[in-house]
């Protein structure tokens, strides 16, 4: 099994030294861990370069180029799920690898989840295998403990605004359990991962 990560989880969790973490909470060596192609551009020029700044994305550019490129899906799927507002070619690519393998899907675009629903069939092959922000930080909070890991989402907390109300409240667990049942609603029928 591969754990196929999305730009802005890439992002996120890296800020805050979590990914090969959450890679291990998930059970998947960081050898089977995939990234999309545009990933180390959008850290040296992109929007990354912007939102995260030079210092921060020169030491998540050697960590983006350790990973694999993530498979191609099946090409009528991603047209059909590129097609679709609110899924962005990236995350169509994402979403395909993923419906077409039994791989993870480490998910920070509430947006595009909430799009799936609208092809038929999607949600049942993705079925506990798209794991969200929320899900992950949740499982890293039972590993590592809230104040372990508020100690390290600090550089996190003014790009992501769930992330920053979650660990200003003294027990992050339970904020980030109340988004997380919250989103899963949203996306239903779409069965999200939880640990």
């Given at each position: ?135 992950i ?28 109300i ?17 989103q ?12």
């Amino acid at each position: 099994m591969r754990l196929l990560i999305d730009s802005d989880a890439f992002s996120k969790l890296g800020a805050a030294g979590l990914l090969q973490e959450a890679a291990k909470v998930l059970g998947v060596p960081w050898s089977e861990c995939h990234r999309l192609a545009a990933l180390p551009y959008m850290l040296k020029k992109g929007r990354f370069a912007k939102k995260l700044g030079p210092s921060l994305c020169a030491e998540l550019l050697p960590l983006a180029e350790q990973l694999l490129v993530v498979p191609a899906g099946p090409a009528e799927l991603v047209e059909t799920l590129t097609a679709i507002p609110g899924i962005d070619p990236g995350e169509a690519l994402l979403f395909a690898a993923a419906a077409n393998s039994k791989d993870l899907l480490l998910s920070g675009d509430k947006r595009a989840l909430r799009s799936v629903k609208e092809v038929p069939g999607l949600a049942e092959r993705l079925k506990r295998r798209v794991v969200t922000l929320e899900a992950i930080l949740l499982a890293l909070c039972t590993k590592m403990g809230d104040d372990h890991l508020r100690s390290m989402v600090g550089p996190v907390l003014s790009l992501d605004t769930v992330i920053r109300i979650a660990f200003l409240d003294a027990r992050p667990a339970e904020g980030l359990k109340s988004y997380f049942d919250a989103q899963a609603k949203e996306v239903a029928p779409l069965v999200l991962w939880s640990l």
